[in-house]
Each structure stands twice: as structure tokens, then as C-alpha cells.
């Protein structure tokens, strides 16, 4: 059975533990209808995607 040669200290586990944390979603502003949608997606209000009609909008 494997058991650790020595106590892991608060510390050392935070460090590990550092990177394990969500990071928040980045909004944009668009450009033509002033909205905030998510970089790389469709808005879905106008279902427009890089200046191309790509979903029908939304009334």
C-alpha cells in the first residue's frame, strides 16, 4: 500500500491547487447591435456571426 514518506503542508498543497480554479467568461461588446455576447459565438438576438446572417433573429 502506498503511503506518503512525509506530511504535505498547507502551503505546498495550496500551490498545487492554484490552478485548479474556473476562469470567468470573457464578454464583448458587439459591434453592430451594441450587445454583450461571448467572444466566438452567434448572437443569438440576431443570429448574426462575423458580419454573416447565420440563424434566423429572434422577435
Known amino acids: 500500500m502506498a503511503v506518503p514518506k512525509s506530511k504535505i503542508s498547507n502551503?505546498?498543497?495550496?500551490?498545487?491547487?492554484?490552478?485548479?480554479?474556473l476562469s470567468a467568461v470573457n464578454y464583448v461588446e458587439d459591434g453592430q447591435s451594441g450587445e454583450l455576447r461571448r467572444q466566438h459565438?452567434?448572437?443569438?438576438?440576431?443570429?448574426?456571426y462575423r458580419g454573416r446572417q447565420v440563424l434566423a433573429p429572434k422577435n
Open 41 to 48: 459565438h452567434i448572437d443569438l438576438k440576431t443570429g448574426m
Open 11 to 21: 502551503s505546498r498543497r495550496g500551490m498545487r491547487r492554484a490552478h485548479d480554479r
